[in-house]
């Protein structure tokens, strides 16, 4: 990873670096994907929209007389391959509402600086902000292949990152790319081309989603904010070191921390509410989260509720049916008898 030297001094305090080729006892990784991985669910669509095999789209639910559509998308600090979006068809299957949902895939960072085995070559893997455009292009193939328009977007642990960022990307994307180029990651010609497909996607396709209500569950809003509390994660946030390149890439890829110019927010606008759920007692991410983010939101003018509770922690959370209703409360949909 290029990182400047600077980069790398005021990291050393707070990043415990893993052996590149680490990975977990034999028994421990089947532990933790047998928690992860959800039972297999034949009526699970997969839509691949792109050559990397994680490029794709998974539908969960879909029934064109249905008004709504959550589109979702996973966590896993940008590096986890052991979590993908079938993860979230927990949420699907906890909810009564009449609604249809969508999860996107997206490429992952390398691993380089966390405790996971790295499989593949180099071209496999992506930094920030390409997360964020695999996003757009999974919702851009959904709104190409289905009839959905009011849209609900909701993302767990990163995936709660990737949908703040979803509804600014206008101002996120550009910064990072620049960053990428000045870091040797990618030439001006590739930042050029994806450049071209934000500025389709925003003339295009952001005026054909009416968005109305946002959750967010268990995630990281504020990267600066998690370094400066990282002796309270397990693995010291070491996964920013891998999906960024710098401090100023990091700081530009939060809208509460980018100075870029625009309208904030301004690429989707939620209507009615932004409802941030986390867990009192989750190993991954510290209250400090969720406050910072609804601190930020009602900054904004924004109609914020923030739901904390006992709901099984970082993971469980997305069996919990206390989260279920909170989500079937706020889209004020009919239920299913």
Known sequence: MLLTRSLQASHRAWVTPFPHKRSFSTKSQSLYKFRLRPKFDTSIVRKHWGSHPRQYVEVFKYDPSFQETIIAVHGGGWIDYTQQATDLIHI???????????????????????????????????????????????????????????????????????????????????????????????????SKVQLDFINNFAQKYAPKIDLINVFYLGGIYDVKLCIENANESRWNFCYIDDAFVSKTHYLHSSPLTTTSKGSILGSLCARREHVIINCFHDEYIGNYSPLRLMKWLNSQGKTTHLKLGSYNRHFGMLRHKEVHKIIDDTLHINYTD
């Open 92 to 190: 699907q299957k906890g909810l009564k509402s009449n609604i249809n949902m969508f999860s996107l895939e997206y490429r992952l960072s390398k691993p380089k600086h966390s405790p996971l085995e790295i499989f593949d070559s180099d071209d496999y893997y992506v930094k920030d902000p390409y997360h964020l455009i695999d996003t757009l292009q999974g919702l851009k193939n959904i709104l190409d292949n289905y009839k959905v328009s009011k849209i609900h977007l909701l993302g767990h642990s990163v995936g709660g990152f990737l949908v703040l960022q979803i509804q600014d990307f206008q101002r996120i994307i550009p910064d990072a790319l620049e960053e990428l180029v000045i870091c040797g990651e990618i030439t001006k010609d590739e």
